[in-house]
């Protein structure tokens, strides 16, 4: 487990912050979880989180991701940027309140590795019983990848 504070690896402050700990990170990966907890900015009357918000869940472990290799090598956390998602699929609505996600992010191989960038590979956002397929691509500082 990482004990730093969330708030200084995440562009992000108070409950726009999504995830509750980074379990692991090192210079190929990232594993963060959540428990879903009602009464959040994008919760569902019930508690539950819509599906769709599982693309910023995603990019909050990213940017923890980001904030992790900042951190390590003793520079300032950058604003980074979601550019985009080729699919994103998911065979429920929501996650119920109380739902426990772990999601894990693998670093790109080849050009983009130079800047940084990360991608989560298919099957990696867990719930028990929940199967997704997501591919989500950011860049640090706002750098386009091509």
Not at 46 to 69: F, H, K, N, T
Not at 108 to 120: F, I, K, S, T
Request: net charge positive.
């Amino acid at each position: 487990m990482i004990d730093w504070p969330l708030a200084e690896l995440l562009p992000h402050a108070g409950d726009m912050i999504l995830i509750d700990q980074v379990l692991s990170f090192d210079e190929e990966q990232i594993h963060t979880r959540l428990t879903v907890k009602p009464g959040g900015l994008f919760n569902r009357a019930d508690g539950s989180l819509p599906a769709w918000v599982g693309i910023e869940l995603m990019a909050q472990s990213v940017a923890a991701y980001a904030g992790c290799r900042a951190r390590k090598n003793g520079e300032a956390v950058e604003l980074g940027f979601l550019l985009g998602t080729r699919k994103f699929e998911c065979n429920v609505d929501g996650f119920p309140a109380g739902a426990e996600l772990t999601i894990h992010g693998l670093r790109l191989a080849g050009r983009r590795q130079r800047h940084g960038g990360v991608r989560m590979p298919p099957h990696r956002r867990r719930h028990p019983g929940q199967r997704t397929l997501e591919r989500i691509s950011t860049a640090p500082g706002g750098q386009l990848f091509s």
